[in-house]
Each structure stands twice: as C-alpha cells, then as structure tokens.
C-alpha cells in the first residue's frame, strides 16, 4: 500500500517507541488506514490508524507508553499512547461486519 503524504508526516511523527511497533504491524501486514494532526485530545496530538486489530504482541512494559483497550465501535478498539509525545498508535476493528455484543 501507498502511503500518501499526508500520512507519511503523521507516521514521522510518531515517537521512537510507537515507531517500532508501528514498524513491526506493516511487516505482519497492517496498514494505515486514517491519520490525525490536531488539537484532540491534547494540542498537537498525533495519530496513526491501523485498519486491523494489532497483529503484533501487545506490549505493555515500554517505559512512558500506554497501551488501551478502547474497544468502542464508535472510535477504535485499541491504542498505544506515548505519554510524553503525545502520539498514538490506534487499531481498528477487523472488518466490517464488526458485532461487538
């Protein structure tokens, strides 16, 4: 998949850390399917959107970031969130026929 421009400045900058996992999902086969650069929830905030659920092993030790389980149909089901940059790396739910009850 193509990364535009527009997604190429979000996913530079994701921090170090969010970069690495980010790195890992393109390799297992996930792909960005959303990008964020705005005032929400913080000012300046950044966010990358997966189009699948996390394909990786979920890590939840990495020293300033946290790791959610949104798991909310209206936004997104998981997310990697690093504390200090105030970047995100979000996944969303597989497919379309998506049932959360």
């Known amino acids: 998949m193509a990364i535009n421009s527009g997604n190429q400045e979000a996913i530079g900058r994701l921090s170090r850390s969010l970069k690495n996992i980010f790195d890992k999902?393109?390799?297992?086969?996930?792909?960005?399917v959303e990008t964020y650069i705005g005032d929400?929830?913080?000012q300046?905030?950044?966010?990358?959107?997966l189009k699948k659920?996390?394909?990786?092993p979920i890590q939840r030790s990495i020293p300033g970031v946290e790791y959610r389980l949104i798991n909310d149909p209206h936004?997104?089901?998981a997310q990697y969130h690093d504390?200090?940059?105030k970047t995100l790396l979000c996944c969303?739910?597989?497919g379309p026929n998506f049932n959360p009850l």
Not at 25 to 32: F, L, P, R, Y
Not at 53 to 56: H, M
């Open 25 to 32: 999902e393109i390799v297992a086969g996930n792909e960005v």
């Open 53 to 56: 659920p996390f394909l990786t």
């Open 75 to 77: 936004y997104w089901k």
């Open 83 to 85: 504390l200090e940059s």
């Open 40 to 42: 929400w929830p913080y």
């Open 92 to 94: 969303k739910f597989d």
């Open 44 to 49: 300046d905030t950044t966010m990358v959107f």
